[in-house]
């Protein structure tokens, strides 16, 4: 299959909703949206793949979030961005459980 690729947040801004977007996932497939403010390379998450998936995301992160992708592999996400986050930055990724497969990793300051 191709990749999964996660759009940055739009408007990726604090206080508000900010609406997360990936394609390319497995359709009907349960994706997670993964979020935390350290980079790391050891990070595995293990939703359904019994070996896990690893991530780029640092400790401590925390799932965002996870939703069910369309027939046509697009899932999205829409969450609240706490003003508290505004001056700081975040990483986000998304796994997809059925291909065990990360996204790209997209960073974004609030």
């Known amino acids: 299959g191709g990749s999964i690729v996660l759009a940055q947040p739009v408007p990726g801004t604090a206080g508000v909703n900010n609406t997360f977007t990936v394609t390319?996932?497995?359709?009907?497939?349960?994706?997670?949206?993964?979020?935390?403010?350290?980079?790391g390379t050891n990070t595995i998450v293990r939703p359904t793949c019994p070996l896990g998936v690893q991530i780029g995301i640092g400790s401590p992160f925390r799932l965002l979030g996870a939703v069910r992708a369309n027939a046509s592999g697009v899932a999205t996400?829409?969450?609240l961005a706490p003003a508290t986050s505004a001056g700081k930055t975040f990483h986000f990724q998304v796994v997809d459980q059925i291909k065990c497969q990360a996204s790209n990793l997209v960073t974004e300051q609030y």
Do not use: E, K
């Open 77 to 79: 996400l829409v969450t």
């Open 24 to 39: 390319g996932c497995t359709p009907n497939s349960i994706v997670g949206f993964y979020v935390g403010q350290a980079l």
